[in-house]
């Protein structure tokens, strides 16, 4: 790509103990394109991460670059300020309250005097709901979570991470346990926020999820990163034939 990535990563490595989890990572991601970073357990993902999320620090030496600009004592609070939200697999949220009430949970918007402003959560909450694509007008902000699907859901959980005009929003493991018609709201959330402009880092065990929604493969294996490319005209068949050989070889 000719355009400047919006985070690039530079020598990245993590130790734990003996354990290597990362090994000499280099990457490179782009506004407004999906990667789905695949890989077995183990493969690193989750300590890729949250790297790039601030909660777990690279072993020295390691360089984050954000628009441009090499981040020093990178941590969670930084990255959040400067557009970068994850979306657990748990998704952490309060059945028993309203989608507004999850929405602004932790970040509820106040008046000088400490009061909650409802009405502005309310009107805010049923804009990001339209933004990332809740078309059916059965769900209002004051619907609770608990009567929602799991696509749904997820998709309470992604307008949470969008709230303050995230660039990146990572993804972990987002249709897992779900049915077939729920994983498929979950992936139109997902092409909603491309649309958007907003970048995504799209985990899964699901190959054909993670297909679906690429522009770009990121295969970890053991530690080490051993294919980053483009989609293109690969289809589902020939990306798991990759993951195969992955397994088999530990390279594509």
């Given amino acids: 790509m000719d355009k400047s990535p919006l985070i690039e990563l530079i020598g ?4 734990f103990g003996r354990v290597q989890a990362l090994s000499n990572i280099n990457l490179k991601l782009y506004e407004g394109e999906i990667v789905s970073l695949v890989g077995d357990n183990g493969a690193g993902k989750t300590t890729l991460t949250k790297i790039i999320s601030g909660t ?3 072993d020295d030496g390691a360089k984050i670059i954000l628009r441009g600009q090499e981040q020093k004592n990178w941590n969670a609070a ?5 557009g970068i939200e994850t979306v657990h697999q748990n998704r952490a949220l309060s059945e028993q309250q309203s989608i507004y009430a999850n929405v602004f949970m932790g970040r509820e918007l106040v008046n000088r005097f400490g009061f909650v402003k409802r009405k502005e ?13 809740y078309t059916s007008k059965v769900w209002t902000p004051h619907s609770p979570v608990l009567k929602l ?14 709230l303050f005009d995230s ?4 993804l972990d493991e987002p249709t897992t346990a779900m049915a077939l018609s729920e994983q498929a709201e979950v992936m139109e959330f997902i092409l909603n926020l491309k649309a958007q402009g907003r970048s995504v880092i799209f985990i899964s065990h699901n190959p054909w999820d993670a297909h679906a929604v690429a522009d770009r493969f990121v295969i970890l294996d ?16 020939e990306f798991i034939s990759m993951l195969r050989d992955v397994a088999k070889k530990g390279s594509v």
């Fill in 12 to 15: 990245v490595e993590k130790t």
């Fill in 56 to 58: 777990e620090s690279a």
């Fill in 78 to 82: 930084k990255a959040r300020k400067l």
């Fill in 121 to 133: 959560q309310i009107k805010e909450t049923e804009a990001l709901m339209r933004k990332i694509g």
């Fill in 149 to 162: 699907s799991g696509g749904e859901r997820q998709g309470v959980a992604i307008s949470r991470a969008i």
């Fill in 167 to 170: 660039s990146l929003v990572m």
């Fill in 222 to 237: 053991r530690g080490r990163l051993v294919f980053d490319g483009p989609k293109g005209n690969t289809t589902a068949d």
